[in-house]
Each structure stands twice: as C-alpha cells, then as structure tokens.
C-alpha cells in the first residue's frame, strides 16, 4: 500500500507563505491523481487542490491564484506552494493518494498550518 507522510506546516502571518511536502513510499505503481486536503477541527475535510497522474491540476475556488500543487516527474513526492495566506486558511492539511478503485484510499498524517492576522 502507499504511505504518505506531510511535512512544512508551521505558523506563519497573514500574506506570507509556506511549501507542504508529501512523500510517498509503498506501491507506488497504484497511485493516480494525488491531492491536498485540509481540515478544521468540528469540520468536513475539505479539497484544496488535486493533480493528475499526468500533472494537471485543479484547485478550490477558494486557493486559485494563491497556490500551486505539483508533483515530481517519479511521482513519491507531492508538493502545495502557498502564498497570500489568510486566516481563513489555517486548518490540518492533508495528502491523499487516489489508488487503483480512483478511491482516495492513503492519507497522510496531516501537517498544521496556522495563519496568524
């Protein structure tokens, strides 16, 4: 199975910026479009961002123009560039895998990103 683990999170101010990464490991072969997740406490996990198996992307209205998601060309790391951050943008963010069902079956233990005003 694949394993995803998120790292960059941290506490940042408002318009500033931050890099999440996610490296993947395990069955790799499996894996089609991966995406960014992010979830506030007593809330739906909600999109943030998804890209294909062949690196196009498509983002929440809420992110466009602010982040970018990217995958390297082997496909273990995924990467979210984000900048103008709000407050409204802080939550748990999570990387998830779609496997062979196009189920979003792995997940990443989530990474915080806290944005202050």
């Known amino acids: 199975q694949v394993h995803l683990v998120e790292s960059g999170g941290g506490l940042v101010q408002a318009g500033g910026s931050l890099n999440l990464s996610c490296v993947a490991s395990?069955?790799?072969?499996?894996?089609?479009?991966m995406a960014w997740y992010r979830q506030v406490p007593g809330k739906e996990r909600g999109t943030v961002a998804v890209?294909?198996?062949?690196?196009?992307?498509i983002y929440a209205n809420s992110v466009k123009g602010r982040f970018t998601i990217s995958r390297d060309n082997a496909g273990n790391t995924l990467y979210l560039q984000m900048t103008n951050l709000k407050p409204e943008d802080t939550a748990m963010y999570y990387c998830?895998?779609?496997?062979?069902?196009?189920?979003?079956?792995?997940w990443g233990q989530g990474t915080q990103v806290t944005v202050s005003s």
């Open positions: 395990g069955s790799l072969f499996s894996v089609n479009a």
């Open positions: 998830a895998a779609q496997g062979s069902t196009y189920s979003w079956d792995s």
């Open positions: 890209i294909s198996r062949a690196g196009t992307p």
